[in-house]
């Protein structure tokens, strides 16, 4: 191995200097030889000293062996081992997980630059915001600073490559004695997430473990790998809602200011092997150039070092578009920060691949047909890929990032302050977005300007007036624009013609309209601006009790979080009432849908806590009135593991509704009446729910791996008839969006989707807010505004007929009647087919009711404006 090595540094001396050299060079590898040995042995005799073991050592197994795996804590106990034995490296624990593991980064570089951490911290955070700093000053920052990035892996738990990768690279780098690597250290300070799911890395371990040897081996697992929203664990970092982005956003925004962020994924079997950036098209409109400029520049130098190591397979320019900001390193471009991306071809997790030649398929954007072409120079030839494989890939890929942010660290440096200051001066001075904190719903309007301050952003208050102020003129003012303005997707095409790149995910994030909040832009004058200062946790709503009132108090339903309140008083046994008109108490109006509390205690703590202004009433309201009953409310969880149920879930919990989990097996075998009065079915297909399989995309093999028995099957025949009896016996049914197709189909009700057969090429809307109009008197319109942003990505418009005498209708929410109205953010095809059709839709059914949701009426935790559609059907569900 050693002397192959210098033998080809033999042959490079051969090209370049002629015979003479390579005369001397042989002569050189002959005495020299045994001195290089030495050499090397000297190092691994330090190595040794050193104490430090390997992974594999350590682990007691071979890392990156087929079929063997090390789990989170297996990899968190290694990395605290490096730590005890090398002051190059330092892990921290950035929060407690979902399920209470310790999410934790490792902190590698240079001993002296450990030592110096909070200096090194203190120069990235300046140079992400260098107002008021002189160019000297700067320049005098790129001079001592370090590049500060970040490499995090395994955000989706079973790309499971990169977790088992870093337990290699981190001791090679804390071990190497070569000048090269300590060069790197000096440079940089990498900071390394093992895994940005923890939970679910355990979670998809164990299983992998359990059917090992089985026919089930590498098998998917019939669980979310995030307790809450699964895969779209990289769909939450703009919103935070879960406690992982949480977590590292605080690291990222408000720690590190990391310059340079690569999130290592895995893709399909039969593709290229990996992904390296550029990206593929569109582009996000508002991203400085230079972002691009140097991702592409590190992305081109991953595809170097592996062509140089024979690595075939690697591609760039595909699959992987920059359009949309939810994942995380991709919302840092609008942060100045150069976020890479790669995805590396999967085995099943430890178990390897056997993927022939035919197999090999493109087919998505960017590449077609599987065969060589400018941005696919080596296509890879199929054959077996193992995890040992993926590892490789990655080890290659990361080191040349290393290397990459070690020659350009003044670049990157400077290039950050400059993108900086380019989005300072885009804004303009003065100008600032106002939220005001008095409004519809205060306290979504809170949430919208701490939700913006967590994520770095400039946040100001002004406590006179009660508003938020969010500077235009500020470094992460791009990410601002883009957080609070309209979208409109980018059609670029790719050859002339009708067809555009379609997007890779949604196409609308407007916060303003998804949150239902009001945000207008305004320009202060200097005596005015003085009046802000930055926003504190204190500034959050406060509530109130007013009123002579002390057993009865009313509240209005607009807030999003009197639905907590309500919840809170039936588990204390509280009474609740809803006014069936509009009812005037304490110089306030309150329309119809307010809430009437009696019985209900420590209601000044739960005012405060719910950020609610009640009014105490003397005497019972002389209105007509609706009781909400207690309740028993479960959902649907499929074998299918779905993310908008585990969303759902998140929300209602967070809205404090008791809710139970019904599995399949409850469905088909019991009686639901005795045990549920509210039943949900989230946004899942009818072939999941009936037959407990996913119906193929268009072109896509029908084929899928068996389950364990256990985890099998759907609902059947039984359990549809189960189903219809609960609704005929009084029970109140939700489906939501696909899971609407259900019942449609299997209850005969007068509704039908006119778009359930649409082709993608007459209807698209792969996630855009779409105007709709709500009708505020139905209990399930309650407290919402008359018009509303709907987020829809399916194909989904009810057209309704009138209904048999004994069956009552209501059309919840209607699209406007001309399809240029329709279209709020995002992109819509084929808008026509909705006008005059209804989105949401209320019926009874025998003795109980249902209600259809039509579209995401709680997308991934972000649509406040629009969650009280569901938490109101589930209330009137309770209503007597
Ligand atoms: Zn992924």
Sequence with gaps: ???????????????????????????????????????????????????????????????????????????????????????????????????????????????????????????????????????????????????????????????????????????????????????????????????????????????????????????????????????????????????????????????????????????????????????????????????????????????????????????????????????????????????????????????????????????????????????????????????????????????????????????????????????????????????????????????????????????LFAASEKAYYIPTAQPYGRFVKEMLGLQRYPKVKLVAGPNIVQPYDMTAWSLPLMMGVNVEKVTLPKEKQSNLRELKESDWPQGSVTGAGTSRFIVSHEVNSVTKLINNALKQKGTVNLTGETYRAGGKEFPRGSVVLENVKDIDALAKEYSLDLVGLNEKPNVKMEKVGEFRLGMYKPWVASMDEGWTRWVLEQYEFPLKSITTKDIKERKLGSDYDVIIIPDVSKEVIVEGKRKPEEGEMKYFVDMPPEYSGGIGKDGVKNLKEFVEQGGTLIAMASACDFVIDEFNVPVMNVLSRARSEEFNCPGSLLRMYIDASHPVGYGMPPEVPGFVNQRIAFQTTPPAPEMKRWVLAWYPNESEDILMSGWILGAEKLQRKAAAIAMTYSKGKIVLLGFRVQQRAQTEVTFKLLFNAIHWGATK
Aim: aromatic share 10%; net charge negative; hydrophobic share 40%.
């Design 1 to 459: 191995m050693i002397t192959r090595e210098i033998g080809l540094a033999v042959r490079l001396h051969k090209t370049t200097f002629g015979g003479h050299t390579m005369h001397f060079s042989l002569l050189f590898l002959r005495r020299f030889g045994v001195l290089a040995m030495l050499l090397i042995l000297g190092c691994s005799i330090i190595a040794a000293q050193s104490n430090l073991p390997t992974p594999s050592q350590f682990l007691g197994f071979e890392v990156g062996a087929d079929r063997q795996l090390a789990d989170y804590k297996q990899i968190v106990s290694y990395f605290s081992e490096l730590a005890k034995g090398s002051k190059k490296i330092e892990v921290e624990v950035l929060g407690p997980t979902t399920l209470g593991n310790d999410l934790v980064m490792a902190v590698i570089s240079s001993e002296e630059n450990l030592k110096n951490k909070s200096k090194y911290q203190d120069i990235a955070r300046k140079l992400a915001d260098p107002r008021g700093l002189s160019q000297q000053e700067i320049q005098a920052f790129v001079n001592q600073g370090k590049s500060i990035v970040l490499v995090s892996c395994n955000i989706h738990s079973t790309e499971i490559g990169s977790t088992q990768m870093v337990l290699e690279w981190a001791h090679s780098l804390v071990t190497a004695e070569d000048a090269e690597t300590k060069r790197r250290l000096e440079n940089v300070i990498l900071l390394i997430i093992p895994s940005l799911n923890p939970d679910g890395q355990l979670m998809e371990v164990e299983w992998y473990r359990k059917y090992v040897g089985t026919k089930y081996e590498g098998g998917r697992s019939p669980f979310l790998y995030h307790a809450y929203v699964g895969h779209d664990d990289n769909r939450d970092w703009y919103m935070l809602t879960q406690k992982e982005t949480k977590a590292v956003t605080k690291a990222v925004y408000h720690e590190w200011y990391p310059q340079v962020w690569l999130d290592e994924h895995q893709m399909g079997s039969t593709g290229p092997r990996i992904f390296t950036p550029p990206y593929a098209n569109p582009v996000a409109e508002n991203v400085h150039p230079l972002v691009w400029r140097m991702v592409d520049h590190i992305g081109t130098m991953m595809a170097w070092r592996l062509e140089e190591k024979k690595k075939s397979g690697v591609i760039y320019g595909a699959m992987y578009d920059t359009y949309w900001p939810g994942a995380s390193d991709q919302t840092g471009f609008w942060k100045n920060i150069v976020g890479l991306l790669t995805e590396v071809a999967s085995t099943r997790m430890g178990t390897p691949v056997e993927v022939s030649p035919i197999e090999l398929s493109g087919g998505t954007k960017g590449l077609v047909e599987y065969k060589q072409q400018s941005n696919f120079p080596n296509p890879w030839p199929g054959g077996i890929w193992r995890v040992r494989d993926i590892m490789d890939y990655e080890r290659i890929a990361s080191d040349a990032l290393l290397e990459a942010c070690t020659k350009h660290r003044e670049d990157i440096l400077s290039g950050v302050a400059t993108m900086a200051m380019d989005a300072v001066n885009l804004g303009s001075p003065g100008e600032y977005y106002r939220i005001a904190a008095e409004q519809r719903d205060p306290v979504s309007a809170a949430h919208l300007a701490f939700v913006m301050k967590d994520g770095g952003v400039e946040v």
